[in-house]
């Protein structure tokens, strides 16, 4: 069975940092192309950053500049930095994991700015 476990999700003030995580279990990180999305309630979801199994990375331009995702295949891990937090951030973030067929999503993580 297939599970990602996203973590690390919080309330922040703006201008703040926060690192969120996501492990998986069932499948091996490596083949695999990596994204994380975040919705919030009321909005379309939103794509925000890929990291390609050959660690080729992409952002969306809401993020681009202040959000940083990588991964660790060793530990089956994929993180998203994220610094100079907006209110506009706040959403509850899913990690996604993707290899031909296969499409695996996170149960999410709530990330709240406000002050």
């Known amino acids: 069975q297939v599970q990602l476990v996203e973590s690390g999700g919080g309330l922040v003030q703006p201008g703040g940092s926060l690192t969120l995580s996501c492990a998986a279990s069932?499948?091996?990180?490596?083949?695999?192309?990596l994204e994380w999305y975040r919705q919030d309630p009321g909005k379309q979801r939103e794509w925000i950053t890929l990291?390609?199994?050959?660690?080729?990375?992409y952002y969306s331009d809401s993020v681009k500049g202040r959000f940083t995702i990588s991964r660790d295949n060793a530990k089956n891990t994929m993180y998203l930095q994220m610094t100079n937090l907006k209110p506009e951030d706040t959403a509850v973030y899913y990690c996604?994991?993707?290899?031909?067929?296969?499409?695996?999503w996170g149960q999410g993580t709530q990330v709240t700015v406000s002050s």
């Open positions: 996604t994991a993707s290899y031909l067929e296969q499409y695996y």
């Open positions: 069932g499948i091996s990180y490596s083949r695999y192309h």
């Open positions: 990291i390609t199994s050959g660690g080729n990375t």
